[in-house]
C-alpha cells in the first residue's frame, strides 16, 4: 500500500517535499504519478515517473517548479515542490501503475491500479 506525507502550510514562493512510501509490496517496476483535488474540483494529474526512472512527465500548471523521483530502494517516490502558488493548495495522492514499457509515463487515472491517502497542501499568500 502506499501513503503520502510531507503535506503542511506554507507560504506562496516557498517549497515543500512529498513523499510516498509503498509497503506489503515493492512497486520498484511500476510507473509512479502525483495527483491533485481541489475542494470543488476533479482529480488531475500533476506529475509521473516511469517504472525505469528515466522518463518523467507534468502537468503544464507544474512545470518547471515541480519535480518527480524515485528511490527504488527506499520503495519512495518524491514530489519536490518549489515557487508553490495558492492556487497548489489541494490534497496530493500518490499512486502506482503497471506498464509493459518500462520508460512509459502513465498520465491518466484510470491507469493508476493503486492508491495512497492524501496528503493535505496549503499554499496561503
Known amino acids: 500500500q502506499l501513503q503520502a506525507s510531507g503535506g503542511g502550510l506554507v507560504q506562496a514562493g516557498g517549497s515543500l517535499r512529498l513523499s510516498c512510501a509503498a509497503s506489503?509490496?515493492?512497486?520498484?517496476?511500476?510507473?509512479k504519478g502525483w495527483f491533485r483535488q481541489a475542494p470543488g474540483k476533479e482529480r488531475v494529474f500533476v506529475g509521473g515517473?516511469?517504472?525505469?526512472?528515466?522518463?518523467?512527465s507534468y502537468a503544464d500548471s507544474v512545470k518547471g517548479r515541480f519535480t518527480v523521483s524515485r528511490d527504488n530502494a527506499k520503495n519512495t517516490v518524491y514530489l519536490q515542490m518549489n515557487s508553490l502558488k495558492p492556487e497548489d493548495t489541494a490534497v496530493y495522492y500518490c499512486?502506482?501503475?503497471?506498464?509493459?514499457?518500462?520508460?512509459?509515463?502513465?498520465?491518466?487515472?484510470?491507469?493508476?491500479?493503486?492508491w495512497g491517502k492524501g496528503t493535505l497542501v496549503t499554499v496561503s499568500s
Open positions: 499512486a502506482a501503475g503497471y506498464s509493459a514499457m518500462s520508460d512509459w509515463v502513465l498520465r491518466a487515472r484510470y491507469e493508476y491500479d493503486y
Open positions: 515517473i516511469s517504472g525505469s526512472g528515466g522518463s518523467t
Open positions: 506489503g509490496r515493492t512497486f520498484s517496476t511500476y510507473a
